[in-house]
């Protein structure tokens, strides 16, 4: 960020957020000061534009008694995975644009959004750049949906439903952490 430049809302609330996150792992603590690193060195961290790696926000919706999480076939990875994406210009904060990317990946309102996160994930991305080496560094929310309330799928989706949480479509150790995190805090709330 150059000197006397306006601070960037979204990225003083992620560099306070993730700051101020006690993380539930080794690993997890490992992974947040990597990404306040990267925060620190990137002005435009979290933005798509920056390359090549930039933050990204999603959310783990689970059913109210956290049995179910819901997921979305992603069209362009063609595999299942929570909620979630870029953050955008009107973001001003990380649980500001997980809360906006679930809304708009599953039509579903008044989700009961946890502010602090539950997960952070740097994973490559392929699809996300035509030069490559792209790495989405995800910080992970999770929220509950209304019983019986109805989702919907977005253009950026295949498919989007409950599956079981303990009978995920694609277990990824990732997203069986994610999974069973998100329970922990459910419980714990």
Same mark, same amino acid.
């Given at each position: 960020m150059s000197a006397g430049a306006p601070a960037d809302p979204l990225h003083v609330d992620a560099l306070a957020t993730l700051t101020g996150w006690v993380p539930p792992t080794p690993g997890q603590?490992?992974?947040?000061d990597r990404y306040v690193t990267h925060l620190r060195a990137h002005g435009d961290g979290m933005r798509r534009e920056c390359y090549p790696d930039h933050l990204t926000a999603s959310t783990l919706v689970l059913s109210a008694d956290g049995d179910a !999480?819901?997921?979305?076939?992603?069209?362009k990875a063609r595999r299942w995975f929570q909620l979630g994406g870029h953050c955008e210009a009107g973001d001003r904060s990380l649980v500001e644009a997980a809360a906006r990317e679930a809304r708009e990946e599953s039509g579903l309102a008044g989700l009961s959004l946890d /502010? @602090? %996160?539950v997960q952070l994930s740097e994973h490559p991305v392929p699809f996300c750049?035509?030069?490559?080496g792209v790495h989405h560094l995800d910080v992970r929310f999770v929220a509950v949906a209304? %019983?019986? !309330?109805?989702? !919907? @799928? =977005?253009?950026? =989706?295949?498919? @989007?439903?409950?599956? /079981?949480a303990d009978a995920l479509p694609e277990p990824e150790p990732d997203l069986v952490e994610l999974v069973a995190l998100g329970r922990d805090r459910l419980r714990s709330r």
């Amino acid at each position: 960020m150059s000197a006397g430049a306006p601070a960037d809302p979204l990225h003083v609330d992620a560099l306070a957020t993730l700051t101020g996150w006690v993380p539930p792992t080794p690993g997890q603590a490992a992974a947040r000061d990597r990404y306040v690193t990267h925060l620190r060195a990137h002005g435009d961290g979290m933005r798509r534009e920056c390359y090549p790696d930039h933050l990204t926000a999603s959310t783990l919706v689970l059913s109210a008694d956290g049995d179910a !999480a819901l997921l979305t076939l992603h069209a362009k990875a063609r595999r299942w995975f929570q909620l979630g994406g870029h953050c955008e210009a009107g973001d001003r904060s990380l649980v500001e644009a997980a809360a906006r990317e679930a809304r708009e990946e599953s039509g579903l309102a008044g989700l009961s959004l946890d /502010p @602090v %996160p539950v997960q952070l994930s740097e994973h490559p991305v392929p699809f996300c750049d035509p030069r490559g080496g792209v790495h989405h560094l995800d910080v992970r929310f999770v929220a509950v949906a209304a %019983p019986g !309330a109805d989702h !919907a @799928v =977005s253009a950026e =989706s295949l498919d @989007v439903r409950w599956w /079981p949480a303990d009978a995920l479509p694609e277990p990824e150790p990732d997203l069986v952490e994610l999974v069973a995190l998100g329970r922990d805090r459910l419980r714990s709330r």
